[in-house]
Every structure is written in C-alpha cells, then in structure tokens.
C-alpha cells in the first residue's frame, strides 16, 4: 500500500530517536501520528511473545493497558489473545498481528523500547502496530526501579501504547509519553486523558465502562486465595456471573503468557457459576501434572467480546 508510513518511535535513557510526522490537534497538546484506530478494530487485540522475558512481563504489560482502557470519556478498549512466537516482520508490517516482544531487532544501544506504529495516511487510520523492548537492559516489575537501572516494564509500556493509541511526544512533563525516562510512573496525566479522549471519544469495552452501563459478566476473586493444595483433590473455586446467555472461556495463565488449562469452554445462560482448578496443566476435563508455587492469572472471555482477568496465588 503505498499510502502506508511507518512511525517508529523508540523511548530513550537520555535521548530519544523519532521518525514521525506530527499533526497537531486543537483539543490536544500532544502532537499526533496521523491516524487512529478505526471504530471495528476496538477492542484491539495483542499477541505477547514470552521469549527472553523478564519474569512478570505480561502482567505489567497488561496493567499499563488497563490504565489506558479505563481512562475515561475514551471508548479505546483492548483484547488479549495469548501467546505467539511471532516478532515484527517488519518496520510496517501488514499482517495485522499486534505483538508484544523482547528483542533489539529495532532498538538502538540508548534506547529502552520502540513501538512500530504503521499509518494509512490517506484514511487516516493505524492499521498495525507492535512494540520491542530491548533485551539488553535490566527490567524490574515490582516498583524497585528509580530514574535508572533497572527499569519499570509497566511505566514504559504506559508509554509505547500511547503511541499505539496514535500519539507522538510533548514537550510537557506532565505527560506520561515524554521522551525520555522519568523513573516510575504507571499513571496517565491530565493531558493523555485528554488527548486518548481526543482521539478516542465515547465509551465502551469491558473494561471501560460508564455507570449507566450493566457489565454483562462479573468474574470473582477465587477462593481459597492463597491456594495451598495438599493434595491432588483440593480445588480453588472460581465464580462468575452472567446477566445474559454467552459462550464462556476460562483459562489459566503463567505471568509469562504461556498458557497453563483451560477450565471451561462452553455455552452457557445467565445466572451464577463456579468452576474448579485444581493447581494442574492439562487438557480441559482432565487432570494433569501439579504446577509450582507461584502467581498466575485466570482470564474469562465471552463470545461477546468481554474479557476480565484476575490473579490468584498458588502456594506449594
């Protein structure tokens, strides 16, 4: 398509390294990248590849993504659809696979991450996007960085997904897609709410929801959390409900993405239900080999579209 371009956009230590062509928007401070994501493309879904990850990743990457869906006035929403082994194939890759990756395919010696953002520029509209962090820098998940080394994965993922979202950098401080490294910060500014708002305005998805707005499904905290079973009888309970009839997925996750069971893929009515995991892999009915000690995610997904994820501990 020769009306593609790509943005690559690379977060630095010191300095940053931009190739974009900026568009500025009244309502917005930021300068743009020239296009959004079309109305049928939202939720947009993403691929995380678990290669050479730091432990933890996918969990800080899907809570910066959460802080970005749930900003409110923005109908932005986003769908997380496992695990690949898939990299970027390209500076504009068409093969609408939006992954999460670590790697230095793209990276520069100074820089953090860099998000490939690919612009239809004369429909205005992103129709791929990807994002690498740099395999050769300390990563940290659990809020110990500073201004340095090692640095916050959730932070800099805030970040590379507003280049996602289509925005380029400000000069202001304020806001989270500054060009270089402030230290922690795993919350949107004034200014990228009102720039996501810009972009995106509205309400919609399950994860951001107005108060008007019913939910559909309700996912619950397991229960026992802790999960300490001593034998291969013991079960955590997993509720959830449903105001409407849908098809139901329930999967168990490790924090590197990889799928650990499915536990339920079924059609069911509205109404209230538990499901069992049993601290095992295996195929979906069965039981399998008992998984270590540690935190993992369930996911539920409806035919619907909307997902909720949840944590629960697992101790041996």
């Known amino acids: ?31 743009l990248l020239g296009g959004t994501w079309s109305s049928s493309d939202i939720p947009v879904s993403y691929l995380f590849n678990p ?57 520069t010696p100074s820089s953090l991450a860099v998000a490939l953002v690919c612009v239809d520029e004369a429909a205005q509209r992103i129709t791929d996007a990807d994002m690498e962090f740099n395999t050769t820098v300390s990563w940290a998940t659990d809020g110990s960085g500073g201004v340095g080394s090692p640095y916050d994965i959730q932070s800099v993922a805030l970040h590379e997904f507003g280049h996602w979202w289509g925005m380029d950098h400000p000069t202001t401080r304020e806001s989270v897609m500054f060009n270089t490294y402030q230290g922690i ?49 013991d079960f955590t309970l997993i509720p959830f409900s449903l105001s409407q009839s849908a098809h139901v997925t329930i999967r168990i996750f490790n924090l590197d993405g990889e799928l650990v069971k499915t536990l339920l893929d079924n059609d069911f009515a509205a109404g209230s239900y538990t499901t069992r995991w049993f601290g095992d892999n295996g195929n979906t009915g069965q039981t399998g080999e008992s998984v270590a000690s540690g935190v993992y995610l369930y996911h539920l997904k409806l035919s619907t579209g909307e997902e909720r994820t949840k944590k629960l501990m697992l101790i041996r």
């Open 1 to 31: 398509m020769n009306n593609l371009r790509c943005k690559k956009l690379i977060s630095a230590t010191t300095s940053l390294l931009l190739w974009a062509t900026h568009v500025q928007a009244a309502s917005c401070v930021h300068p």
């Open 51 to 107: 290669s050479g990850t730091p432990s933890g990743a996918l969990s800080a990457i899907q809570s910066a993504l959460a802080t970005w869906a749930t900003a409110p006035g923005s109908l932005i929403d986003v769908r997380y659809d496992g695990t690949t082994t898939d990299t970027a194939t390209g500076l504009c890759g068409t093969d609408t696979k939006h992954v999460a990756f670590w790697g230095n395919r793209f990276n």
């Open 185 to 233: 910060r795993r919350s949107l500014g004034a200014v990228d709410e009102a720039c996501i708002q810009t972009l995106y305005p509205g309400t919609r998805g399950g994860q951001n929801q107005t108060s008007q707005t019913t939910p559909s499904v309700n996912l619950g905290q397991n229960g026992p959390n802790p999960f300490r079973p001593r034998s291969s009888s």
